[in-house]
Antibody, heavy 120, light 108 residues
Framework: QVQLVQSGAEVKKPGASVKVSCKAS????????INWVRQATGQGLEWMGW????????GYAQKFQGRVTMTRNTSISTAYMELSSLRSEDTAVYYC?????????????WGQGTTVTVSS | SYELTQPPSVSVSPGQTARITCSGD??????AYWYQQKPGQAPVLVIY???ERPSGIPERFSGSSSGTTVTLTISGVQAEDEADYYC???????????FGGGTKLTVL
């Protein structure tokens, strides 16, 4: 079945970087954009940016520009989100989500989430 | 930066109709989407393109749009519908996506 499986939880110190992976299966990875969304504990969803796995083109939310990098490895159908200069406010669950043009660019498949904890 | 505004909470009794609104200046130009999120789970798309429902989503979920406000309506609310609901859209240029702050639906 169609699914996105994310890497496991991470604990990082302030100032470090984290790289979260998102492995796609059950569909053609290069045919659908991947978006990244995060959610701090008890808070709402926050959109971080998008990546086109076919071209590698990306677009980032203004809040994260300069700190986030979204990449992919098409040979293993995996997308990555790297966030640098981590601070405590980056502690959150990070989700990858597939964007489906058949749903007018709605996010129809989500990963299970990766918890990133930033603590000294 | 562009914002979508939702009420923090809505409460209804089982069998009643719940309406959750989402307001934003660019909504007349950009599609809206609605996601349901239950505790400890990833969000699920329940409405796309303002009012379309993906297959597998119960017919009691519907969406509508009027000017700068979109509305998610859940008719005949069931206990299993208790969740957080988020609207999502984009700024007027379509460059940046944004989520509303979320609405907690409580089934009394």
């Amino acid at each position: 079945q169609v699914q996105l499986v994310q890497s496991g939880a991470e604990v990082k110190k302030p100032g470090a970087s984290v790289k979260v992976s998102c492995k796609a299966s059950g569909y053609t990875f290069t045919s659908y954009d991947i978006n990244w969304v995060r959610q701090a504990t008890g808070q709402g969803l926050e959109w971080m940016g998008w990546m086109n796995p076919n071209s590698g083109n990306t677009g980032y939310a203004q809040k994260f520009q300069g700190r986030v990098t979204m990449t992919r490895n098409t040979s293993i159908s995996t997308a990555y989100m790297e966030l640098s200069s981590l601070r405590s406010e980056d502690t959150a669950v990070y989700y990858c989500a597939r964007v489906n043009i058949y749903f007018s660019d709605g996010m129809d498949v989500w990963g299970q989430g990766t918890t990133v904890t930033v603590s000294s | 930066s562009y914002e979508l505004t939702q009420p923090p909470s809505v409460s209804v009794s089982p069998g009643q109709t719940a309406r959750i609104t989402c307001s934003g200046d660019a909504l007349p130009k950009q599609y809206a989407y609605w996601y349901q999120q239950k505790p400890g789970q990833a969000p699920v798309l329940v409405i796309y393109k303002d009012s379309e429902r993906p297959s597998g989503i119960p017919e009691r979920f519907s969406g509508s749009s009027s000017g700068t406000t979109v509305t998610l309506t859940i008719s005949g609310v069931q206990a299993e519908d208790e969740a957080d609901y988020y609207c999502q859209s984009a700024d007027s240029s379509g460059t940046y996506k944004v989520f509303g702050g979320g609405t907690k639906l409580t089934v009394l």
